[in-house]
């Protein structure tokens, strides 16, 4: 005899014998009803909120690690490429530098000087162009004249010859100017000057575009022995190189 369990049996499932069904049988209780939308499920007993709602949050992250690999890469490739064809500044040398028809008289200066400058363009694979360039004359730190030069692209391991002149005609100085230039010639014999070139350049390869530099050239020290007042002189010594800054 099998034992009671303490619910009655429906008549509809009592076997043939009169026993209640064996253990395990489900009876025929009625399901919960089930929400409209098969999608939603809201679990309130961990506190989770509907399962569709944490799809969003997972795809903006995996959008953003996207986004930072891709930008890390791009500026990977970019640092590689800049190491590869890193632009270097070009080299200045004067390599004759003349002066003629100068005097000093009170606070005025007349001359005019004539300047040759090798350039010459380091780069493998880059090429410079050259825009803006004004070269200067100066007695010591005071400035004396100046021109402007005509601009030119200069492709890479080319040497360029630059040739400039500059004139003064009875230019007013300071008396201190004229003092210091009959000094140092009556001593010497020859009077000191210094070059500078100031030029926009911009590097490139192919497509590919540095940004732009400002190139400052200073050649200091140019020694030129004239002749007496109103007299001509020269460059002495060897080709001086000039030093660049940028």
Known sequence: MEPATGYPVPPNQQ???????????AYPYQAPPQPSNPYYYNNPSNGQGPIYTQARPALYRRLIMVFIVITVIFFTALFISWIVIR????????????????????????????????????????????????????????????????PFVQVHKNLTVM????????????????DAVDEERRKHGSVTFNLKVVAGVGFKYGKLRARRRLLK????????????????GNLTGAPKRCIVYS
């Open 163 to 178: 040739e400039t002149q500059f004139s003064i005609i009875n230019t007013f100085v300071d008396q201190s100017v004229t």
């Open 15 to 25: 076997r043939p014998n009169g026993y209640p069904p064996p253990t395990g049988t």
């Open 87 to 150: 632009p270097r500044v070009p080299e200045f040398r004067l390599t004759n530098f003349t002066l003629s028809g100068f005097n000093s008289s009170g606070h005025q200066l007349s001359g005019t000087w004539a300047a040759r400058f090798e350039v010459y363009n380091p780069n493998k694979k880059m090429d410079i162009e050259y825009d803006v360039i004004q070269a200067s004359v100066l007695y010591q730190k005071v400035f004396l004249t100046e021109n402007r030069l005509q």
């Open 217 to 232: 050239v200073y050649c200091f020290d140019l020694n030129m022995r004239l002749a007496g007042n109103g007299g001509s």
